[in-house]
């Protein structure tokens, strides 16, 4: 595993901006976004990446992980280039709960990356040829819930856990995941997808973006 790298300069100055993530599920999201992280962010950096570990699997609803990003603003102090983000699920929560998390989140200025049904979306984005993307889009109900996409997933890959085990190999075609999402995205103007799609990719992209200028 590579070190951590502190954020201060021996004047006690920190000297990177820091993206934090903190996510609704306890499992698949850290493990994908910890391998995002050891795979893309090198040392040293101006940009670090924070994956906040939630110790209660139990308090995944959406307040909760607003509740973890006070929490962990409080402690990094202002940066004007630090981002947080909330990795969430449209599925287990609807419009109306959706709907108010956004606009507790936007008077925080915290990003929102949601995934319709749930994350094993973005990942499923992962494995899917471009020309049979309109296949998988959501009109006949297929992938309505997140049991049919996480079925999905063992279908085509052969193999999904919770742990993702495998993480490695889904950030190897990370590319293919922000390609897909993107051509499924076409409502930019609303802060999640209308229908079955992911908005991970636009974290995935600032995170990559970032390390680049780093």
Not at 37 to 53: A, G, L
Not at 58 to 77: F, R, Y
Not at 156 to 178: C, F, G, M, P, T
Request: aromatic share 8%.
């Amino acid at each position: 595993m590579k070190p951590r790298r502190s954020l201060t300069r021996t004047s006690g100055i920190r000297d990177a901006s820091i993206i934090t993530i903190a996510c609704e599920g306890v499992e698949t999201e850290p493990a994908y976004f910890n391998e995002l992280k050891f795979m893309y962010v090198t040392f040293p950096s101006r940009i670090h990446v924070e994956i906040i570990e939630r110790k209660d699997p139990t308090l995944s609803a959406p307040d909760h992980v607003i509740a973890m990003v006070d929490k962990e603003k409080k402690k990094n102090g202002h940066h004007p280039d630090d981002q947080y983000w909330m990795v969430i699920d449209y599925d287990r929560w609807g419009e109306d709960k959706i709907s108010q998390i956004a606009r507790k989140a936007y008077q925080k200025d915290y990003q929102l990356a949601v995934s319709r049904p749930c994350f094993e979306t973005w990942l499923l984005l992962h494995c899917i040829p471009e020309d049979m993307l309109n296949s998988f889009k959501l009109h006949d109900n297929e992938l309505e819930g997140c049991k049919a996409v996480e079925s999905m997933l063992r279908k085509i890959r052969r193999h999904y856990r919770k742990d993702l085990n495998d993480a490695s190999e889904y950030v190897d075609q990370i590319d293919i995941a922000i390609r897909n999402a993107k051509l499924l995205d076409s409502s930019l103007n609303d802060r999640w997808p209308q229908s079955f799609g992911s908005r991970v990719y636009l974290l995935c992209e600032t995170i990559i973006n970032q390390t680049r200028l780093s």
